[in-house]
């Protein structure tokens, strides 16, 4: 279980129960900063940013790879077929597609190719909470589809363990019952 509290708005605390999915929608850029703040200083936890978060000058390779070789993180079976498997799970269509994206630069992706990236690469970091920071916002339709699709990635992966989204919208997932909305 994750303590979300947050002093100084009006006091909320929660407890974020293991297993579920989690729609946090904030009223505020100073309550999402507060937000992550706190739920990110707790062990165990990994944010996809809104804006990917990725490092300009390395490749999506690298930006995958990088902390979890940083943190000494074991992943079972091959790297570079992990990251291949996920990034076909979350929609890409073939290893010409991976291949491509996997050697452009940040500046070369689109705003979902970003949040595609990094959610791969929270994937790799085993999270017992994983963040999803306004991963909605921002996307056409089809990339709408198909970013809702992470979370279901997650699921496959750590079924018993915790995701939320951060977001000025409510989103509800009528194919999740595990998922709660908390208006904050």
């Not at 999506?60 to 079972?76: K, R």
């Amino acid at each position: 279980m994750f303590t979300l509290s947050l002093h100084g708005e009006e006091g909320t605390q929660a407890l974020l129960q293991s297993g579920y999915s989690y729609c946090l929608v904030v009223r505020s850029e100073s309550q999402r900063s507060a937000l992550l703040k706190n739920l990110g200083e707790q062990t165990g936890v990994v944010i996809v940013p809104h804006n990917g978060g990725l490092i300009s000058n390395l490749r999506v390779w690298e930006n995958i790879v990088l902390p979890v070789q940083y943190h000494g993180i074991e992943v079972a079976g091959k790297l570079e077929d992990n990251v291949a498997q996920l990034l076909v799970q979350c929609g890409l269509e073939d290893e010409v597609a991976v291949s491509e994206l996997l050697l452009k630069l940040p500046d070369q992706l689109s705003l979902y190719e970003k949040r595609l990236v990094s959610f791969v690469r929270a994937m790799l970091m085993s999270p017992e909470l994983i963040i999803y920071d306004s991963m909605l916002e921002g996307l056409s339709r089809k990339e709408l589809a198909r970013a809702v699709g992470f979370d279901r990635v997650f699921r496959l992966y750590f079924p018993f363990r915790t995701s939320v989204l951060v977001s000025f919208e409510e989103y509800r997932d009528k194919d999740n019952p595990k998922q709660l909305v908390i208006q904050l």
